[in-house]
């Protein structure tokens, strides 16, 4: 499987040079990110009609970063190449068949003078005959530990959609949740690996539904840790992600790395992180995406109150029919729809969900069985889930801000419940019993809080784990109402953030 194939392994290392002193000349504050103002510059000198260039950064950018890091750059060039070669450009023209270790760079008008000009060469020295790449730098990690450095940067200033949402949760989102401990109710604090993660495929199911194998398959490897059999041989929480050499770190470890984002794990206690465990290994596909493996649910019971936890996330579920070709065509209906009727009864959707049948495994598929009408479906079937997952590492960016405006509309009803429970608590006397009353009449505090505030109902948390946490508390204790706070929330969604977008669009839109 290839996700956004790194055009930087199929370019020459005397390309790859020539780029690096580009791309240097070309990022004019020197932090490894091409931005559209210094991209519109630079790429103006390939002499390509605007269309042409709105197209090749769209490209390039797949992943609607709002800008272009090395590898990108690359990319970036080498559809100017093939642009002034006269090829259309979409796409596909990527992964089809260009000899791109031999495509050559592209005219630049004037460039050269320039490069000469600035006597500037900034290439890394290659080391063990491998080209070093410059690491992108950001100074968004240091505003989480103090939040007056990330006053000192302005929204118009920062380099990147991901380092803005960083800078607004520090100033504006994240007081809020700390005034009103939205992370004891609902969420950990986010961290700046919560922001630069790369995204998470999880795999859920009954043991030896082939769930290891799956990403085995995926990988066409195994990695450190997999365990595969008949039996239930999965008993931890694994996840698989890109690092530099083979290895598995245990999960206490993991917790508190502060460059990975499972820091928000310790709540669940030292019991949870025994069983839970990082497998790391350098492999392509992990650059974009990381998967996490799961203990197998050992009932049917279970597994659909494992479904049933993952409400409001229906969006994100891929079910996939594994072990398809085990059974003739006609047994394979039948289960079909006796899967569909069980998830039409543990997820209330509007719409059938799809489900993708296959046997996701390195082995031949079973003609014997499925025939070879079935044969041809399981190939199609697999294809269109390889595409799905292919456009996670190009969606994530979108998701990211989804995820973001959903946690800010969350953390501003859970202020206003924290503040009026605060209200309606007695200055003297009575604090006990009301704090009581108040407990067991929750739903319909939330209706009061509904109407006041007119929010919609949906969007209020779940009334028996509020009521569960809320009651190792003294409300007493709780602040009341910062109006402040929630018109800086509000601005923070009506203009802040559309005003981020706006700035990292394709440039040349």
């Not at 004019?28 to 605007?50: E, H, V, Y």
């Not at 290439?123 to 063990?128: G, L, M, R, V, Y």
């Not at 993708?356 to 399981?378: H, M, Q, R, V």
């Not at 109902?457 to 509020?466: C, I, K």
Request: charged content about 25%.
């Amino acid at each position: 499987m290839e996700i956004d194939s790194a055009p930087i392994s199929r370019c020459s290392k005397e390309h790859q040079k020539i780029y690096q002193d580009w791309f240097s000349f070309a990022d004019s504050d020197g932090d490894g990110r091409l931005t559209g103002g210094d991209a519109i510059k630079f790429f103006a000198m390939s002499n390509l009609p605007r269309q042409d260039l709105k197209l090749v950064w769209a490209i390039a950018d797949s992943k609607r970063q709002g800008f272009l890091g090395f590898k990108e750059f690359i990319t970036a060039m080498q559809l100017v190449s093939l642009a002034q070669a006269g090829h259309a450009l979409n796409s596909d023209i990527l992964p089809s068949e260009v000899d791109f270790e031999n495509l050559q760079p592209p005219a630049m008008e004037g460039l050269d003078v320039l490069l000469a000009k600035k006597k500037r060469v900034s290439s890394e020295p290659e080391q063990n005959g491998s080209f070093q790449v410059q690491p992108q730098s950001s100074p968004a990690a240091s505003w989480f530990s103090s939040s007056k450095s990330a006053k000192k940067v302005s929204l118009s200033s920062v380099t990147s959609i991901i380092d803005g949402l960083k800078k607004l949760y520090v100033q504006k989102l994240k007081p809020l949740e700390v005034t009103y401990r939205f992370n004891d109710f609902v969420s950990p604090l986010l961290t700046n690996s919560d922001f630069d993660a790369k995204p998470m495929v999880m795999l859920l199911g009954q043991y030896s539904t082939g769930k290891t194998t799956f990403i085995k398959h995926l990988l066409r490897t195994s990695y450190p840790g997999a365990h595969i059999g008949p039996e239930p041989t999965t008993d931890r929480f694994v996840v698989v992600m890109n690092g530099p050499d083979e290895r598995s770190i245990p999960g206490n470890t993991v917790a508190v790395q502060a460059d990975m984002p499972f820091s928000g794990l310790t709540t669940f206690g030292t019991a949870f992180l025994s069983k839970f465990e990082c497998s790391q290994m350098p492999h392509p596909l992990l650059e974009h995406i990381t998967f996490v493996d799961t203990p197998g649910v050992l009932s049917a019971m279970n597994s659909k109150r494992v479904i049933g936890s993952l409400r409001g996330h229906d969006d994100k579920i891929r079910v996939v029919l594994n072990k398809a070709d085990q059974v003739d065509t006609q047994q394979l209906m039948r289960v079909y729809g006796a899967l569909m009727w069980s998830l039409g009864k543990v997820l209330n959707t509007p719409e059938v969900m799809r489900v993708y049948i296959g046997s996701f495994n390195d082995k031949p598929i079973n003609e014997a069985a499925s025939g070879p009408i079935g044969k041809e479906l399981f190939e199609k079937e697999q294809d269109d889930l390889l595409t799905d997952l292919k456009d996670i590492p190009k969606k994530a960016c979108d998701r990211r801000i989804n995820e973001f405006v959903k946690r800010a509309r969350a953390a501003k009803i859970h202020a206003y419940i924290i503040s009026h429970l605060k209200k309606e608590m007695p200055a003297m006397m009575g604090k006990a019993k009301t704090q009581q009353r108040l407990i067991d009449n929750l739903p319909d505090e939330f209706a009061k809080v509904q109407r006041e505030h007119h929010l919609p109902a949906g969007d209020f948390p779940n009334v028996e784990h509020f009521r569960e946490v809320l009651s190792g508390y003294s409300i007493d204790k709780f602040e009341k109402l910062k109006p402040k706070m929630i018109q800086s929330v509000d601005d923070m969604l009506g203009y802040d953030i559309p005003e981020l977008l706006k700035n990292f669009r394709n440039p040349y839109d």
